[in-house]
T-cell receptor, first 112, second 113 residues
Framework: QKEVEQDPGPLSVPEGAIVSLNCTYS??????FMWYRQYSRKGPELLMY????GNKEDGRFTAQVDKSSKYISLFIRDSQPSDSATYLC????????????FGGGTRLMVKP | EAQVTQNPRYLITVTGKKLTVTCSQN?????MSWYRQDPGLGLRQIYY???????DKGDVPEGYKVSRKEKRNFPLILESPSPNQTSLYFC????????????FGPGTRLTVL
């Protein structure tokens, strides 16, 4: 069993829809959680970062962490075709952690 | 422009022929790392380096070597490549470590025949 599980998709939604992307993890030692976005033929880029349970909002994006359930989510409101990409969750054990563990990524397609 | 560069971007080689993929960053970052990305497996960390002359294994280090002789460069060495190392490779750097924003290079598509 992988430490971090993510539905690979593809997830296809119409423009303007609310998108929910999720990751589950098995190791309760993970403390820091990130979402990266990867466009086709590009390297990933950081989208959101959080280290506590609860919600963190940035524009149309909301990251949610539930440490008790070992479950993190990324919500995208008013999705746009430009949001079409692969979304990867990533986790680190602690603030001295140097190893990142990534989920497999979910491919999202937002259709105009 | 702040960036991470990798060379080559594409490489086709044969089993057993030593190769090096270069990685360089111009952001004065302390931390650099290498990943491979495979369908269904996502990004897996190969090696990382916290500073010059300090390297550590990631999740999948077998068959790879790295060195960090200068702060800006972090080459990935495959001394005897095998077909199971066919993959998309990314180099990344950050200011302080894994919890800091990782800046990724454009990727190197490696095929080992």
């Amino acid at each position: 069993q992988k430490e971090v599980e993510q539905d690979p998709g593809p997830l296809s939604v119409p423009e303007g829809a609310i998108v929910s992307l999720n990751c589950t993890y098995s190791n309760s030692a993970f403390q820091y959680f990130m979402w990266y976005r990867q466009y086709s033929r590009k390297g990933p880029e950081l989208l959101m970062y959080t280290y506590s349970s609860g919600n963190k909002e940035d524009g149309r994006f909301t990251a949610q962490v539930d440490k008790s359930s070992k479950y993190i989510s990324l919500f995208i409101r008013d999705s746009q075709p430009s949001d079409s990409a692969t979304y990867l969750c990533a986790m680190v054990y602690n603030n001295a952690g140097n190893m990142l563990t990534f989920g497999g990524g979910t491919r999202l397609m937002v259709k105009p | 422009e702040a960036q991470v560069t990798q060379n080559p971007r594409y490489l086709i080689t044969v089993t057993g022929k030593k190769l090096t993929v270069t990685c360089s960053q111009n952001m004065n970052h302390e931390y650099m790392s290498w990943y491979r990305q495979d369908p269904g497996l996502g990004l897996r960390q190969i090696y990382y380096s916290m500073n010059v002359e300090a390297t550590d294994k990631g999740d999948v280090p077998e068959g790879y070597k790295v060195s960090r002789k200068e702060k800006r460069n972090f080459p990935l060495i495959l001394e005897s490549p095998s077909p199971n190392q066919t993959s998309l490779y990314f180099c990344a750097s950050s200011y302080g470590g894994g919890i800091d924003e990782q800046f990724f290079g454009p990727g190197t598509r490696l095929t080992v025949l």
